[in-house]
């Protein structure tokens, strides 16, 4: 018999701290690991709302996955997946490539959710992947260089659907990219609005009243309007529709109304709830002895009722646990039971302010915001040690809101 093969779809943060950690776990020769992930780049997903403000460089938030891995115990393929044959336990690939798994981690992350909502899909932008934010940025330029040919006030009208987490780290950005930008292109920022609007009562739902206010208050001392209780009923490229009769005429609608799994997901054949493929106690998919699934891809039950959030925190554990249980079914030994320990929650709202809970106690401002760097840091210490976190923070290039006109074109 040949050595066990372990495929793993996905390079986000489940992906490649499973992938680390069954380097580590593994010994020389015992399986062969391949990780498949769609680009040759890693991206640090919790902080692709920069990405789309321009407000951190593209080195800052993307790493070579070859680079992450230290040992020849796991072999990186670039590649979109497009099937699973669970019955011949082969993964198909977009190139037409077949790639067969005794073992298979499924980690193909999130997918953003639009309800249905006429022209959402087709015409609003989406925090969804690198590409997908980069393109946000790309176009918040461009409205400035139209603007100074037609003077469309539109063009100047920035709009974040959705105020829960995503949205409020997102506008928090575009507080500061804006008046950076309106001086670069020589626009005067009184021209400029940045929108937010959200269905719930209030911004941040789920987080404690002081840091719904202290969001609530940051925000509007900022300039930003704020459209609480406010419903998008329809988006149509010039001008989103509100359920309060009203409209607001922008060229720009970023939606963070919410994620899913993965599309992809459903296509796979296994069992899903909410979109999310179901696990057990072990994170393998229901049903299966050989699958596993983690991260926003997973529907993990935390109650009869509801799962794990999909957060990046949720991500790294299951990957901690999911790690050695593909090992320990290598070896015949037992699986072990994931269990979740919540550490915290942390939002930013740009570079200065942030607000949360870290280990019980509420924080807000610029001690937050600080908290916020910490954890970033924390992660990059778990996917590489202290060498990586070094080599991240001692990188150079400048965010793209301050670097010259002529170069952001
Ligand atoms: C703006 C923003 C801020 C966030 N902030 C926080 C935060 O502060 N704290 C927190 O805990 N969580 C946060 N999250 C959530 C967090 O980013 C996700 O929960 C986390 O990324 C999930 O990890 P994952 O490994 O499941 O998926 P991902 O990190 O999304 O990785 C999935 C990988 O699969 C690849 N892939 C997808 N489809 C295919 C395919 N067909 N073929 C091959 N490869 C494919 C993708 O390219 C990607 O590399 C934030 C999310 C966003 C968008």
Redesign the pocket.
Known sequence: MGKPKIVI????????IASRKLEKMLKNGEAEVTL????EY??I?????KTGAGTAADDKITMNIPDLLKTNKVTFKK????SVDCEKRQVGL?NGEKLSYDYLLI????DVNTFGIPGIEEHAFK???FKTTKAIYHHIIKQFDAYKEDKDPSRLTFAVAGAG??GV??VGELIEAIPALCKKFDVPVEKTRIVNIEASPSVLPGFDKEAIDFTTKFVKKNGVELMTSTKILEYNAISIKLDNGSEVPSRTLIW?GG?RG?V?LESLGLPLNRGRIEVDQYLRVAGTENIYC?????YFKKNETSSLP??????IQQ?ETCAPNLVAAIRGEAQKAFEYHHKG????IGTMAAVGKVFGFKISGLFAAFM?QV?EARYLFVLGGPSLVLKQFAKTSKPYHQVAVQENK
């Open positions: 779809l996905g390079g986000g943060y489940g992906g490649l498949v992930n769609k680009h890693h991206y997903a919790t902080q692709l709302h590649a979109t997946v497009e977009q980690a193909l992350g999130f925090i969804k992947s987490f995503t780290e997102l963070s994620v993965n992809i983690i991260g926003d891809a997973a999909p957060t990046a925190q949720v991500a990957a929650t942390v939002a930013s916020k954890i």
